[in-house]
């Protein structure tokens, strides 16, 4: 019996302890579900607040930068300057709008109411357009209406023209050249044909006749569809470096005259005795004091010019490869900003006195393709890497290096190129190094190399069948404007001239885009007739077709572009004629234009009158104009290229 109650207490014992450690394991099931579920609220709860965190900074955001992020129409872009001491944008001047124009250059050739232009009757001393007006009025009844332009009949005493922009439709302006941005440069939409720009001043960035405070710029940005893109960081860090100056390029044309670029043919040849003979006659040319033609203060040295451009017309023999395929080669294009080039390329195939059909006879072979053609045929094909625009090249330099045996005998040193589209000085860079390459596009710390490649002038050609229509300006006592610019918003040097000088003064005329109608730019070139100083301000990239046009209109050039080497650099004193201002200074330009004498400025207006000739394209080349000149540039760099010790 007691053996059973000892049993039964056993069992008893035992089932009390089964429940107890099953109860303890469903406590701690129950104590993980609660903690895993506490988990998951924390985690809801935090996402919740975070996303609550990112909405309310996004109201925010967009209500102080409400208008800057709005969302434009499709054919709008918005400039923003931001500086550092204010940031917020005035809702004031947010109606601010112009017309985007790059000096009226396309390069199609095809804005609105060309055609008409280059028919009309030749208005150039017209009275009318100077004197009756004082400034643009637009009329804005339909503010989505094409907006038109009216002339007031307002006497203007200083025959000075002021413009006073409003909101411009886009309809009907005509198109734009989409390929002006280069491969490593901000590209804005240049078919968008209205620009504003919105910037709060700031104490010490108004423009006085006191020495101004340095930029304040921190950010600008563009805004295209709600896409922005800062290049501030750029910028600052590019003004940080210190540009080559105009007394160190020449330094460095001097050092590569003395080291030269020369490279040892395979083998001698008698047209390279002949490049020889003439370096030796160049260096010992006699000094000359009457020049016919020739004005001495433009040049480097005007004996040594002459003695060289005679050489080049009695001894320059060229080689035109038949090799090549249009339109990509041997179609030149006769109008627009790269203009340049297809001129050129006219000219020489046409010229019987300098080409040659015996490659044997030759002391230069010409590349005659479009850099332009290039770019747009290809891209036409859905082609648009830089890497198959070299490619293509290459395709071409093996074609006739397999071919001939010219190239193979210098490495194509005694080759050359003229090539005006912004890509030309990236896509040749590689294949055709070792060539004479005329550049529009000469950015001396991009790989252009004094001494051996030249800089071509931009010439932007509104009339093929008369080149040099309009052509002259006002007097210099006629010339009531200090200082004249006005174009599209191109690049990061455009903007900031704009934000410190227009509308600032009465005497600086500093304008965004122009209309692009043909009442539009006859003002434009009645502003550059009666200013003394053009302001020549760098786009995408160094050039701007505002150079020639300044000279072309006897008005002095303003350059603002760093590392720029201006046309014909070889053999011009540019600093006879003209200005150059750091990009940096921008904020002292009308200090600096106003501390120039007029005794000087007198004598600078004159030289630009008197270099006038050799910037001028015509239908049949005449001795010294602008087909000489860049033959001459290609001839001068290959001679002074030549080594007797070779």
Wanted: proline letters at 5%.
């Amino acid at each position: 019996m007691m053996l059973v109650k000892k049993a039964l207490l056993h069992s008893h014992s035992e089932v009390s302890s089964n429940s107890y450690n099953m109860d303890i394991a469903i406590l701690a099931q129950r104590r993980r579900l609660c903690h895993l579920t506490i988990w998951k609220l924390l985690l809801i709860i935090g996402i919740l607040v975070m996303a609550g965190l990112v909405v309310s900074q996004c109201f925010a955001f967009a209500l102080l930068y409400g208008r800057t992020f709005s969302l434009h129409p499709s054919n709008k872009v918005s400039i923003v300057m931001v500086v550092r001491n204010a940031t917020v944008l005035s809702s004031s001047q947010s109606n601010k709008s112009f017309v985007i124009d790059d000096t009226y250059a396309s390069d199609s050739g095809k804005e609105t109411g060309y055609e008409k232009e280059t028919k009309e009757p030749d208005k150039r001393n017209d009275p009318a357009l100077v004197d009756k007006v004082k400034d643009f009025k637009f009329e804005k009844d339909d503010p989505k209406a094409s907006t038109k332009l009216t002339l007031s009949n307002v006497q203007n005493q200083a025959g000075i023209l002021s413009i006073v922009s409003q909101r411009i439709s886009t309809k009907g302006m005509g198109s734009s050249d989409a390929d002006s941005g280069t491969l490593d440069s901000l590209i804005a939409d240049r078919n968008s044909v209205s620009s504003v720009c919105n910037v709060k001043q700031t104490e010490g960035c108004q423009p006085k006749d006191r020495k101004m405070k340095p930029l304040q710029f921190v950010s600008i940005a563009f805004n295209n569809n709600s896409t922005m893109t800062s290049i501030s960081s750029s910028v600052l860090k590019r003004w940080e470096k210190q540009p080559i100056s105009i007394s160190q390029m020449n330094s460095i044309l001097l050092n590569s005259h003395v080291s030269s670029h020369y490279v040892r043919p395979r083998w001698f040849s008698v047209r390279d005795r002949e490049l020889l003979s003439a370096k030796l006659q160049i260096e010992n040319a006699p000094v000359i004091r009457n020049t016919p033609g020739l004005y001495a203060s433009l040049f480097r040295n005007v004996s040594m010019f002459k003695r060289s451009y005679d050489l080049m017309e009695h001894t320059l023999r060229i080689y035109i490869y038949r090799e090549g395929e249009k339109p990509i080669f041997h179609q030149p294009r006769m109008r627009g900003i790269y203009a340049s080039e297809g001129w050129f390329m006219k000219l020489i195939e046409g010229n019987k006195k300098f080409v040659v059909r015996d490659p044997r006879k030759a002391h230069l072979f010409y590349l005659p393709f479009s850099s332009q053609m290039l770019r747009t045929e290809l891209s036409g094909k859905n082609i648009h890497g830089q890497k198959d625009l070299e490619q293509h090249l290459k395709n071409y330099i093996d074609l006739i290096a397999g071919k001939y045996r010219f190239w193979n005998r210098t490495g194509g040193v005694d080759h050359f190129l003229v090539a005006c589209h912004d890509w030309a000085s990236q896509v040749t860079r590689q294949h055709m190094s070792n060539c004479t390459r005329s550049l529009c596009n000469a950015n001396v710390v991009k790989g252009f190399k004094i001494g051996k490649d030249t800089a071509l002038p931009v010439t932007y050609i509104r009339s093929v069948e008369d080149p040099v229509k309009d052509l002259g300006g006002r007097p210099p006592s006629q010339r009531y404007i200090l200082a004249f610019f006005a174009g599209g918003m191109h690049g990061y040097v455009r903007p900031i001239l704009l934000q410190y000088w227009e509308n600032k003064e009465p005497d600086m005329k500093v304008f965004g885009p122009m209309p692009r109608d043909i009442e539009g730019k006859k003002i434009y070139r009645e502003y550059m007739k009666s200013s003394k100083y053009c302001i020549c301000a760098r786009g995408y990239e160094v050039h701007t077709p505002r150079v020639v046009e300044s000279i072309f209109y006897e008005c002095v050039p303003v350059i603002i572009s760093d590392n720029y080497v201006p046309p014909f650099f070889e053999v011009l004193n540019w600093e006879a004629f003209s200005v150059f201002i750091q990009e940096k200074d921008i904020p002292n330009l009308r200090n600096i234009l106003l501390s120039i004498p007029q005794e000087k400025y007198l004598a600078m207006q004159l030289r630009v009158k008197k270099v006038q000739k050799h910037f001028l394209w015509h239908q049949k080349p005449v001795r010294y104009d602008l087909f000489h000149m860049v033959l001459h540039s290609v001839w001068y760099n290959r001679v002074f290229q030549m080594n007797p010790r070779g």
